[in-house]
């Protein structure tokens, strides 16, 4: 039975695979996005600027956590990724524990919040204050319990 549980971590790994699938999707929304902005790029105003800058960034930040869900998740709870000696590694790769990941998630999560919540300010006024009031209440929720899962991760780990 202990050996049947421990095989069934394989079943992650196909999941792991349809998370570079989503990627992949990433990828095709960042390109069209850019590549129905590029041509109008001398009759945007610097606002529309940054707000579609920001949706670029929002996009690369979903796509880096990805990444590291992806890899960290697999290699933490499938197996070690072997690559060979010559071949590219990322610095980062194996140093993720569990705690570790679960803190680059919930910061990642904040930060694209953050990005969002300054889209919404850039054009604040197409934005109903009672609106306004969740948007900033659902990102302090956020933040606030990005800092008590570090909070408690500091703590576990004294």
């Not at 095709?28 to 850019?34: A, G, M, N, V, Y």
């Not at 990102?139 to 909070?151: D, G, K, N």
């Amino acid at each position: 039975m202990e050996r049947l549980m421990y095989a069934s971590r394989w079943l992650l790994a196909p999941i792991y695979f349809g998370l570079s699938l989503a990627l992949l999707a990433l990828s095709i929304k960042f390109f069209q996005e850019l590549y129905h902005f590029l041509p109008h790029i001398f009759d945007v105003d610097e606002t529309d600027l940054i707000l579609k800058l920001l949706t670029l960034i929002d996009l690369t930040l979903v796509a880096s956590l990805t990444v590291i869900v992806m890899f960290s998740g697999y290699e933490n709870f499938v197996s070690q990724l072997n690559l060979n000696d010559d071949a590219e590694k990322l610095d980062w790769l194996g140093k993720h524990d569990y705690g570790s990941l679960k803190m680059k998630v919930a910061a990642s999560i904040v930060a694209i919040s953050s990005i969002h919540l300054l889209k919404i300010f850039m054009n604040i006024h197409a934005t109903d204050n009672d609106k306004l009031m969740w948007y900033v209440l659902i990102h302090l929720t956020l933040v606030i319990s990005a800092l008590c899962m570090a909070l408690m991760e500091k703590l576990s780990k004294h």
